[in-house]
């Protein structure tokens, strides 16, 4: 069945430096990847999407990198700050279905 | 521009007892979600309405929950009775369009506890 998983629940980074945070996810209809934010006592937030036919999609601080062939996506954090320490969701939809598929999540915390 | 409204905020009752949750989305928008966050995991959609219509309920378990969205604008959501299991952070969240897209604005949740 569909499933959409993280490789690690937890991350600890020093301040300053990048993280990177991954996902893999088995459904091969999968078109549309969202990661979220999700910071403690508050729902989630959009960070940044990235749809099937781009592998590497770029924001403030943040990139996206989508590798269709093993059906891994991941989110780079560059210079972390104290307020990047938050829960990470990828989240993937396929076209035609309107259900979003949250995956389990990774705790980033920053280490000042 | 306000955020999605959830209230309240925090519950705790019985196993058995009833509940129910409040949500008002941003102004405008056509779509409305509930999704359940049990303890350390992703939230899992219960039902998705659009405009007052539900699109997709297929994993809301229609013998204890129940929701509805009169008016295509308010919506709550009822546990009756609740089951230890139940115990989560209920979500709504809204968006313009019923595609899905990133544009998926959550309300902070109301954390249930059932003893």
């Known amino acids: 069945g569909e499933s959409v998983g993280l490789h690690l629940p937890t991350l600890s980074v020093q301040e300053g430096d990048n993280s990177i945070i991954n996902c893999a996810y088995s459904n091969s209809a999968s078109d549309y990847f969202i990661w979220y934010k999700q910071e403690s006592g508050k729902g989630p937030q959009f960070i940044i999407d990235?749809?099937?036919?781009?592998d590497k999609r770029q924001g403030q601080r943040v990139t996206v990198l989508l590798n269709k062939t093993v059906k891994h996506l991941s989110l780079q954090i560059a210079a972390t700050q104290p307020g990047d320490s938050a829960v990470y969701f990828c989240?993937?939809?396929?076209?035609?279905?309107?259900?979003?598929?949250f995956g389990t999540g990774t705790r980033l915390t920053i280490i000042p | 521009e306000a955020g999605v409204a959830q209230s309240p905020r925090y519950k705790i009752i019985e196993k058995r007892q009833s509940v129910a949750f409040w949500c008002n989305p941003i102004?405008?928008?056509?779509?409305l979600y509930w999704y359940q966050q049990i303890l350390g995991q992703g939230p899992k959609l219960l039902i998705q309405f659009q405009n007052n219509g539900v699109v997709d309920d297929s994993q809301l378990p229609k013998d204890r929950f129940s929701a509805e969205r009169l008016k295509g604008v308010d919506s709550t959501l009822k546990i009756q009775p609740a089951k230890l299991e139940d115990s989560a952070v209920y979500l709504c969240?809204?968006?313009?369009?019923?595609?899905?897209?990133?544009?998926?604005?959550f309300g902070e949740g109301s954390r249930l506890t059932v003893l």
């Open positions: 102004s405008g928008h056509a779509t």
């Open positions: 990235i749809r099937s036919n781009m």
């Open positions: 989240a993937e939809n396929a076209w035609g279905n309107e259900k979003l598929t």
């Open positions: 969240a809204s968006s313009k369009t019923g595609r899905i897209s990133g544009e998926l604005f």
